[in-house]
């Protein structure tokens, strides 16, 4: 199984600012298929960024998604009050499918 | 719009089969997309349990697969999870979801299954 590993668990930052989040797989993602969530609590996980680097319909453009092979990141823009969650990377290249164990970005 | 909605118990024996339905609205369940469960715990956050095809084509997490059953009823725009034999490790939140090469882009709300005697 690929592992995919987000850290830091937990990121501070301020609105406004840019945050960059990482997410290291334990080996190369086939066709860099991989996707980003973004989950509030109490809330079903939302489709950001697949295929490493394209937004999902309706998905703000200071959201985007980078990398290839083993290093993906995703950066925001400009953090707004509302995207202050968690954020989960997931790799859908190989079977099977697998999910980082997140992180959590908070107000600084 | 596109919608899922899990339903099923809350609450299950250990040693007993656990048995959602995920209803889909606004969208056929015959058109060119896959459908999944993902279930999410505090211990091992979100784990991928397997997607089916409208024809009935299966993928399973190997983990989970010698106890794991999804099927599809297309007439009824629905589709299940099964999984037998318990324990309180498979206490979680299950999750159904339209998903297009594994991608999920349409997420159910989420019920809390609780495995407890």
């Known amino acids: 199984d690929i592992v995919l590993t987000q850290s830091p668990g937990t990121l501070s930052s301020s609105p406004g600012e840019r945050a960059t989040l990482p997410c290291r797989a334990s080996?190369?993602?086939?066709?860099?298929?991989l996707a980003w969530y973004q989950q509030k609590p109490g809330q079903a996980p939302r489709l950001l960024i697949y295929g490493a680097s394209s937004r999902a319909t309706g998905i703000p453009h200071r959201f985007s998604g980078s990398g290839s092979g083993t290093d993906f990141t995703l950066t925001i823009d400009r953090l707004e009050p509302e995207d202050f969650a968690v954020y989960y990377c997931q790799q859908y290249g190989s079977s099977p499918i697998t999910f980082g164990q997140g992180t959590r970005l908070e107000i600084k | 719009q596109v919608q899922l909605q899990e339903s099923g118990p809350g609450l299950v024996k250990p040693s007993e089969t656990l048995s959602l339905l995920c209803t889909v609205s606004g969208y056929s369940i015959r058109s060119a997309y896959y459908w999944g469960w993902i279930r999410q715990s505090p211990g091992k956050g979100l784990e991928w349990i397997g997607t089916?095809?409208?024809?009935?084509?299966?993928y399973h997490n190997p983990s989970l697969q010698s106890r794991v059953t999804i099927s599809v009823d297309t007439s009824k725009n629905q589709f299940s999870l099964k999984l037998s034999s318990v324990t309180a490790a498979d206490t979680a939140v299950y999750y159904c979801a339209r998903a297009l090469q594994n991608i999920f882009d349409y997420w159910g709300q989420g019920t809390l299954v609780t495995v407890s005697s």
């Open positions: 080996q190369s993602v086939s066709n860099n298929y």
């Open positions: 089916i095809y409208h024809s009935g084509t299966t």
